[in-house]
């Protein structure tokens, strides 16, 4: 069980959740300013004037004029519960940084940025264990920390093989560090401390192959069908395992070990659908699944860690009319929600199911097609077993889509 008797925020790393105690830490949300606020929906999504990194077919969609920049960022609220025991973070999270152009005739390409997972952790238990011979009660004291993250930069590909057809591929560098380390002491003189580490070093690649096919039917509407694949395959990279134990009251250790683990890791095959709906270009609706195997996914050499995440989006975006003067009528009003199941395991038992549920604004600048996005989101992430971690997020979300035309020719006369 996760026993909070103190935790302090780690504001640095932008997470503060025990659960990151676990495998690779909390999934970063690989979703744009716009899927954000529609419940993370994506793959189905087809805008020349949006980045959708989550479906690298997308790309096609952005014309000969257009170059775009979208950065993003969250600022959340962290509150957590165990066992009547209550504490609360805040913190704050850099989302992603891309830039996308039109390279080629029919291709698009976009550069980017995106953080991959993150840990973030500071916890610390006491408990009595037994008495001394006086009757006196031997406590033990148990810290538990840890830091770092998995980032990704990335360059994509979007090429329309005929109207309607899209393929596309993203190629990104895998990279960072991340540790855990757990302290043990005790109050009794005879008894020995202890001081565990496990450390992971990844460098490596990581490559997302997307496809989209758009159907239009009369003047105004249109179906988009979205399909995502990412390749599993051993990671380059190294885990470290480090172990001293203590008498209690000095500083030096009596023992030290340090194992090293070469090919330590595995990355999970994953593929998502999604289906949206398009009305005369103001009203999208969609719905998007993904499945990621991580059953079979190689932790210090051990399987069996983790179990597979399957995750449900929905979302909705409406336009009123993006050419009436009234700036009200030319807002993008948003809403969404989902479900992920973990893909952590928590002492062999499984995590904790998360849902989500936003809503949001694509706010124009001005008369440019740039626009600030900016959406609300409530996390709950719920233990299956009675007494684990429970855990309520309130995040604001910021996006910024530079939208301009740097490619156009101007004509003197």
């Known amino acids: 069980m996760l026993c909070i008797f103190v935790m302090t925020a780690s504001a640095q790393s932008g997470s503060n959740s025990p659960y990151t105690r676990y495998g690779f830490g909390q999934l970063s949300d690989q979703s744009f300013g716009n899927s954000k606020a529609m419940g993370g929906i994506a793959y189905g999504l087809r805008n020349g004037n949006q980045i959708n990194v ?21 600022l959340q609220n962290a509150n957590f519960e165990e066992n009547g025991v209550k504490t609360n973070a805040k913190n704050s999270t850099f989302d992603y940084i891309a830039m996308q152009f039109r390279l080629w005739k029919r291709m698009g390409m976009t550069l980017g940025f995106l953080p991959y997972s993150i840990v973030g952790y500071n916890m610390s238990q006491t408990q009595n264990i037994s008495t001394d011979e006086y009757g006196n009660p031997i406590k033990s004291s148990s810290t538990y920390g840890g830091d770092g993250s998995l980032q990704q930069v990335f360059a994509g590909l979007g090429f329309k093989v005929f109207e309607g057809l899209s393929i596309g591929a993203n190629i990104s560098y895998l990279y960072g560090e991340i540790t855990h380390t757990a302290t043990t002491t005790f109050n009794n003189s005879n008894a020995y401390s202890s001081v565990r580490a496990d450390k992971l070093e990844i460098n490596d690649y990581k490559l997302d192959l997307g496809l989209q096919y758009s159907q239009k039917f009369g003047e105004k509407h249109a179906v988009n069908l979205g399909f995502v694949y990412s390749i599993g395959h051993d990671l380059n990279g190294t885990g470290y395992r480090y172990k001293e134990t203590y008498m209690s009251g000095n500083s030096y250790p009596l023992t030290q070990t340090v194992d090293t683990i070469k090919n330590a890791f595995s990355f999970p095959l994953s593929y998502g659908a999604g289906l949206t709906y398009v009305y005369d270009n103001r009203l999208t609706v969609g719905l998007d699944y993904t499945l ?12 069996g860690k983790f179990q597979d995440r399957r995750k449900i989006s929905l979302g909705a975006e409406y336009l009123p009319n993006p050419l009436n003067r009234n700036y009200f009528k030319r807002i993008r009003y948003r809403i969404g929600a989902y479900y992920a199941d973990p893909y952590v395991k928590v002492n062999d038992l499984e995590g904790a199911r998360e849902y989500g549920a936003s809503f949001g604004f694509g706010l124009p600048i001005f008369r440019s097609k740039s626009l600030l996005n900016i959406s609300g989101q409530y996390v709950k992430v719920s233990p299956k077993v009675k007494g684990m971690l429970e855990e309520n997020y309130l995040k604001v979300n910021i996006g910024l889509t530079f939208n301009d035309r740097w490619f156009m020719k101007w004509k003197v006369e």
């Open 54 to 74: 989550a479906n690298p077919a997308s790309y096609s969609a952005v014309d000969s004029l257009t170059f775009l920049f979208d950065a993003g960022l969250t």
């Open 292 to 303: 990621q195997k991580w059953e079979d996914v190689k932790f210090f050499q051990e399987k």
